[in-house]
């Protein structure tokens, strides 16, 4: 199928709001979302953005029957490692369901590697949940390596009053 | 302990470089490190810096034998979740093995979540070896939790090779 990867605009953070919304009923979280589509527009495209996004788009006439075109994302961040250096984060792939197996999610992926390389990162990083595993799969079959299973690293997070008080001097 | 935590600057870079090294030798994995002062300088302190860093300073009486009196860090950068918006990650928080105990990890800790807080961000973000009990107790006593154990996330990383074929379209 015809499909079409580009830089995301201000215009596309309305249906970066749909699908990170499907993507989070998909990893079962959907309470956890607080983000919206103004928030998207204010962190990803006004000066310093915290991020910043691309879109897979296809012609209209293969068009959901919602009327979506813009079937697919992924949002990236330049990051850094202090033993590697340059760093590049994808914070999330996602591809509308009956869009997938069509090489989408594979070219959204390649376009942020292009973008970090371009950069001068020598690392792409992401996160996966351990029982998607068609997802851990498909990055298996990209080279990709499990850090967490190979050498032991575990996403820590601080958050709410905890996060309120440890900011307390 | 007298100590102060201010903002890294670019004649930082050294001594940064020297205890990321040493944290490495910790960590048993100083085979991976490539990062060099110069780096450090490039990547840190350029026009759009790829992170931010704090150091921790003790006076002069209380130097270490070598002579050092930056005996302390933490790297940053700002990052996104799709879900939750703004979010800061801490790369590195380290304090030199003499230094620790008197509270300048909590404060370097303390004073992420201030810059964080200041800009936003609703989460602190970090990883942390699972064999090394004594970070994750600290972690996990400052009210962090564990994502991967709690959520089941992996953190996954593409690099070398394997990067370049992703990249090519």
Redesign the interface.
Known sequence: MEFSIRAAVLEDCKD?ARM?KE??EYEK?TD????TQK?LEQ??FSKNP??HGIIAEVPEQHRTKEGHVKIGYA?Y??????????AI?M??LYVMPEFRGKGIGKAL??KV??L??AAGC??????????NKSS?DF?LS????????D???????????????????
Chains 1, 2 share one sequence.
């Open positions: 970066i990170t993507l989070s979280v956890q979302v607080t983000i928030d962190d990803g915290f991020f949002l961040f330049y990051s850094y490692s202090s033993w590697k250096g340059r984060y914070e999330d992926m390649s590697a292009q970090g390389m020598t690392q792409l990083n992401f996160t996966v949940l351990d029982w851990m990055y990209q080279g990709c390596f499990d850090v967490t299973g050498m032991g690293y575990h996403c820590m997070r601080c958050d709410g009053e905890a996060l309120e008080r440890l900011a307390q001097p």
